[in-house]
């Protein structure tokens, strides 16, 4: 969907940096995600937003951090606290009601140096 | 706890023959249970989806089937093709105060020509 629109495609983290992922979606969605996704595995929850300035932790939070200023932009924070961060990074959105499918973009891979 | 099984991991069929995917569930009220493809290094994309109030959905060569009472969904191809190559995960929703969906590990499905 070219509704959603991840940045950057790749990124490199040094030991001990912050690196901040960008996802900004013009479908006017209310609900936004954030997944992480490792080889032969599912898609697992860290954050969800489910309206502006709201913002609730999934199942594997720790060593993360987002913002919901906007509608359309939910940014994740990988923290220096995150030991194990290489992953593919998958944002997606939904529109409001029960039971919507969610879009996804088109991710961010992320390596450590 | 939650969780969405899914089998097999891996399933190569010659071309033109159909691939099944299984799926299983632990949340008696699910009640959505969308299917995605996602091609390699390429977004997660809804291919079909179903609500529990039917039994059985079809578009095209793709069908999903499912068994409330046995708490597991399927997805079926037919007439494979080439471009069917792709790792699929189903998914299941989850009685919460937001739109969680849980995902399998998915499948890795590769269509010998």
């Known amino acids: 969907d070219g509704g959603i629109t991840q940045s950057p495609k790749y990124l490199f983290r040094k030991e001990g940096q912050n690196v901040t992922l960008s996802c900004e979606q013009n479908?006017?969605?209310?609900?936004m995600y954030w997944y992480r996704q490792d080889p032969g595995q599912g898609l697992r929850l860290i954050y969800y937003?489910?309206?502006?300035?709201?913002?609730q932790k999934g199942d594997i939070a720790e060593g993360y951090s987002v913002s919901r200023e906007k509608k359309e932009s939910f940014p994740l924070t990988v923290t220096s606290a995150q030991k194990n961060p290489t992953a593919f990074y998958l944002c997606?959105?939904?529109?409001?009601?029960?039971?919507?499918?969610?879009?996804f973009g088109d991710g961010t891979r992320l390596s450590i140096l | 706890g939650e969780n969405v099984e899914q089998h097999p991991s891996t399933l190569s069929v010659q071309e033109g023959d159909s691939a099944v995917i299984k799926c299983t569930y632990s949340?008696?009220?699910?009640?959505?249970f969308p299917w995605y493809k996602q091609e390699l290094g390429k977004r997660p994309q809804l291919i079909i989806d179903?609500?529990?109030?039917?039994g059985e959905k079809k578009d095209q060569r793709i069908a999903v089937t499912l068994n409330k009472t046995a708490k597991h969904f399927s997805l079926h191809i037919t007439e494979t093709q080439p471009e069917d190559s792709a790792v699929y995960f189903c998914?299941?929703?989850?009685?919460?105060?937001?739109?969680?969906?849980?995902f399998g590990p998915g499948t890795s499905l590769s269509v010998i020509p």
């Open positions: 937003s489910q309206i502006v300035n709201d913002f």
């Open positions: 997606a959105s939904s529109s409001p009601g029960t039971n919507q499918p969610q879009h």
């Open positions: 479908l006017n969605h209310d609900a």
């Open positions: 998914a299941a929703s989850m009685k919460t105060s937001y739109d969680k969906v849980i």
């Open positions: 949340d008696s009220a699910s009640n959505y």
């Open positions: 179903i609500r529990s109030n039917v």
